[in-house]
């Protein structure tokens, strides 16, 4: 049978984190789908056409190195604003979405396009502040020579981005329940975002 979880929330909100600790605490499969986009975005910088890449894209794609790039999260929002690009990826989200023994999605689209029925929609989110200055403590524990400045520009750029674009824009579902991890530590928001999907469990 099949369990969908849905998270979605703006660029750096503790979605990665979130979901994996959701997926690890009732044994689900868990897909980032943000790297689809960041591989696509990745092979752009490498002059690859994004929706020749898309159509392209294979699993060792998403094992690539250095994905993780401010670079390569400002192509991937550049390319996820094509119509093409996004319905490339449709179908293996989707696949995904159902397999056996349930799976845990993060992105921007998941409970408004990719899965509109998911059993549970959660929608994560903090100050573009607060999500900047998490990242750029990631970035910098990597070794990546950031400023604190460019990460929020980063943050921000891509949240308008998303936002703003017509194809599956970023924006909770009508049925998301909201995490505001602003105030919280992602530890914690886990920890309720395990309580809503728990209450939700057949
Ligand atoms: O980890 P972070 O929140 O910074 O970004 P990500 O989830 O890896 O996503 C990178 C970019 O891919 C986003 O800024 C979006 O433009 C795009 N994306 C999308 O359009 N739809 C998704 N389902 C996931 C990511």
């Known amino acids: ?23 690890a605490h009732f044994g689900f499969a868990h897909l980032d789908t943000g ?4 591989a696509v975005g990745a092979k752009t910088l490498l002059g690859v056409e994004p929706i020749e890449a898309a159509l392209a894209l294979t699993a060792e794609d998403l094992n690539a190195q250095g994905l993780r790039t401010q670079d390569v999260a400002q192509a991937a929002s550049r390319v996820a604003v094509i119509a093409e690009v996004r319905a490339a990826l449709v179908d ?31 929608f994560v989110t903090a100050s573009a502040q607060v999500r900047a200055e998490r990242r750029f403590l990631e970035l910098l524990a990597k070794g990546d020579p950031c400023t604190r400045e460019d990460v929020l520009a980063d943050v921000k750029a891509r949240d308008a981005r998303d936002m703003e674009r017509v ?36």
């Open 1 to 23: 049978m099949s369990f969908t979880i849905a998270i979605d929330g703006p660029a750096a909100a503790g979605k990665g984190t979130l979901s994996k600790a959701v997926a």
């Open 35 to 38: 790297l689809l986009y960041r």
């Open 92 to 122: 293996f989200q989707r696949a995904f979405a159902q397999r056996a023994g349930g799976a845990v999605l993060d992105g921007r689209d998941i409970g408004t396009v990719i899965c509109p029925d998911a059993a549970v929609k959660l």
């Open 167 to 202: 194809e599956a824009p970023l924006k909770p579902a009508d049925d998301a329940v909201l995490i505001d991890t602003s105030q919280m530590s992602i530890e914690d928001a886990a920890l309720r975002a395990i309580a809503v999907v728990e209450a939700r469990k057949p």
